[in-house]
């Protein structure tokens, strides 16, 4: 392993001048830059990773914090691997390293976020499952730590954010469903106070209203964001006297689980009731298949990365052109699960 000392040496340059370029500092000429970062993957160049985190005050660590109880149960881990993947990609080109920051179920996010914070861990932060309320974004403004969210909050502190189209995908669906003759349509939220079901009910609601109809608050179903959570859907849905023609649902981890709940009844998707949700790498063995959004996890992740690095001073310069505040939309693929057309 080859230390800034033996690089410089290498290219007989000043050990100032590979530090900075190897920081991405805006001082240092782009064809220096160039040398220096190919010479360092040549000679396998590993900084001394202790002793620059001291100089500099810095850890190079950005961690993401996620809640184990309602994230990365059943197939949410495969949604999120897709977006650290993107993220790595952006911090990997400043030497920053990602780190996972699982908060218990058991444990209150906030007092985790302050433990974290007092050890000085990471030097920025991307915080999902965010909340209606969420006071984690005022203590991170507070002591002036920057953060991203995966998710918007009424909690808003200017910081930047994405969050996935739910207000978009549930006009289309409500509209595409309206437009097969339905009326009595379910919608599903997650169990917890994340916003994300808040604006996915309420855009539900005003779609319904806007073809002179009401969202039917027994056919609101919350559930844990897996497939069990999807079974036990079906089950209270099943349940039902008067049932629904068609269901929204909001999480792409409980689709398969509601299949399984309306296939041991004999119900069948497409036929007996209309089905539209959020594709996931499983849900492309459903049959019928599933009429779904998608997008590119990837890239969501490459964005969220940029956002944040945007607010911290080291990188804002290489990224004037992050966008801090977006809505992600998703494209939906047409599948057989909403077939279900009511005669006029």
């Known amino acids: 392993m080859t230390g800034i000392r033996r690089l410089a040496q290498h290219l007989d340059i000043s050990i100032g001048t590979v530090s900075r370029a190897l920081n991405g500092r805006p001082d240092v000429n782009e064809e220096t830059r160039r040398r220096v970062l190919q010479a360092a993957t040549e000679l396998g160049y590993v900084p001394n990773q202790s002793g620059r985190s001291l100089r500099q005050g810095t850890t190079n ?17 495969t949604f999120f691997m897709s977006v650290f993947d993107g993220i790595q990609t952006v911090f990997a080109r400043h030497r920053l ?26 030097d920025g932060l991307i915080l999902s499952a965010t909340q ?58 997650p169990h917890d ?16 209203a806007g073809h002179g109809l009401a969202l039917d608050p027994e056919l609101i179903f919350s559930s844990l964001p897996n497939e069990a959570g999807g079974y036990q859907v079906a089950r209270q849905l099943l349940a039902m006297t008067d049932r629904p023609t068609a269901i929204l649902l909001v999480n792409e981890t409980i689709a398969i689980g509601f299949y399984r709940g309306l296939s041991e009844a004999g119900v069948k998707p497409g036929r007996d009731i209309a089905i539209i949700g959020r594709q996931s790498p499983q849900s492309h063995f459903l049959s019928p ?15 969220l990365a940029e956002a944040l690095l945007a607010t911290m001073p080291a990188f804002s310069h290489l990224y004037p052109d992050a966008d801090p505040r977006k809505v992600w939309s998703e494209d939906l693929i047409e599948g057989e699960s909403d077939a279900h057309t009511l005669p006029a």
Not at 97 to 122: I, M, T
Not at 142 to 155: E, M, N
Not at 193 to 208: E, I, Y
């Open 193 to 208: 106070d994340v916003n994300l079901g808040h604006l996915f009910v309420d855009q539900s609601a005003r779609a319904l």
């Open 61 to 77: 660590i950005i961690g993401f914090m996620m809640q184990t109880g309602t994230e990365i149960t059943g197939q949410g881990d």
């Open 289 to 303: 298949s599933l009429t779904g959004f998608t997008l590119s996890r990837r890239d969501l992740g490459i964005a």
């Open 97 to 122: 390293d990602l780190v996972a920051l699982l908060c218990s179920s058991s444990e209150d996010p906030d007092d985790y976020l302050k433990r974290v914070v007092a050890r000085g861990f990471a």
């Open 132 to 189: 209606r309320h969420d006071p984690r974004f005022e203590f991170l403004a507070k002591r002036k730590i920057p953060f991203v969210t995966l998710g918007r909050s009424l909690t808003d502190v200017g910081q930047p954010w994405l969050d996935l189209d739910f207000e978009g995908m549930a006009q289309i669906s409500i509209d595409r469903l309206v437009a097969r003759g339905h009326r009595r349509i379910a919608v599903t939220r």
